[in-house]
C-alpha cells in the first residue's frame, strides 16, 4: 500500500487512471496501488459453488413472499453473528443446506390467525408435502416447543395452545424430512 498526500494535487483522489493506477481510500487513508484485473477462477468447485449461489438467489427471487416473510427474514437476520439482511440470510442458509446434499423446499406466506383463548391457528404454504414443524418459544433466541401440523393442498395448518395471555411467542417453520434444509424466517405474535 502506497499512503499518498494530496494525490494528483487534491484534497482526495478515488478511481483508476488509464487502467494503470487506480487512487482509494482505505481506512481513511488516502491510498494508490496498481490497477489489476482480478483472476476469474473456473475451476468446477468455482463453478459448483457459483451454482448453488444462482440457485439460492433465484429461490428467493421466485418465492412468493408476504411482507410478512419478508419482515421475519429480516428479524431472524438480527440473531446472526454479522450484520446482513433477510435476503442474505436466506441466500446463507440455502447455500449451507446445498452444501450439506439437502433440498430447498420454501415454506411461505406464513399466516397468523388471530390468537384467542390460549391458542392461535398459523398456515403456511409449502409446494410439496414434506413432513413439517413449528418451533416456538418466548424469545428471540430460544424456540424449545415443537408442534406437528397437518398438510392439505399445498398449505400447512399448525394449532398451537396453552399460551399465556399478553405474551410475545417467536416461532419458525421448518421441512424436517430426510435431506430437507428448508425454514422459515422468525415470526413473532403476542397471546390473547
Given amino acids: 500500500m502506497a499512503k499518498v498526500i494530496a494525490p494528483l494535487f487534491s484534497l482526495g483522489a478515488s478511481g483508476k487512471l488509464a487502467k494503470s493506477l487506480v487512487y ?5 487513508i488516502d491510498d494508490v496501488r496498481q490497477y489489476l484485473i482480478p483472476a476469474n477462477p473456473k ?3 468455482q463453478q459448483s459453488q457459483r451454482s ?15 411482507a ?9 437476520a438480527t440473531l446472526a453473528i454479522k ?4 435476503f442474505n440470510n436466506f441466500i446463507q442458509l440455502h447455500i449451507n443446506a446445498a452444501i450439506a446434499g439437502k433440498a430447498w423446499t420454501s415454506l411461505y406466506q406464513t399466516v397468523i390467525g ?5 391458542q392461535v391457528t398459523i398456515t403456511v404454504k409449502c409446494t410439496e408435502d414434506k413432513t413439517a414443524k413449528l418451533y416456538y418459544g418466548t424469545s428471540k433466541t430460544n424456540q ?15 394449532t398451537l395452545t396453552g399460551l399465556q395471555a399478553g405474551v410475545q411467542y417467536f ?3 421448518k421441512n424436517t424430512a430426510t435431506g430437507e434444509g428448508a425454514r422459515t424466517g422468525l415470526y413473532s405474535f403476542t397471546a390473547a
Wanted: glycine share 10%.
Fill in 43 to 45: 475451476t468446477a468447485k
Fill in 114 to 118: 388471530t390468537p384467542s383463548g390460549g
Fill in 171 to 173: 416461532f419458525y417453520t
Fill in 83 to 86: 450484520p446482513m439482511s433477510g
Fill in 144 to 158: 424449545p416447543n415443537e408442534q406437528s401440523g397437518t398438510y392439505a393442498t399445498g398449505t400447512w395448518t399448525f
Fill in 68 to 76: 410478512d416473510d419478508l419482515a421475519a427474514w429480516n428479524l431472524l
Fill in 52 to 66: 448453488k449461489m444462482t440457485d439460492a438467489v433465484e429461490k428467493w427471487q421466485t418465492t412468493q413472499w408476504t
Fill in 24 to 28: 482509494m481510500k482505505w481506512k481513511g
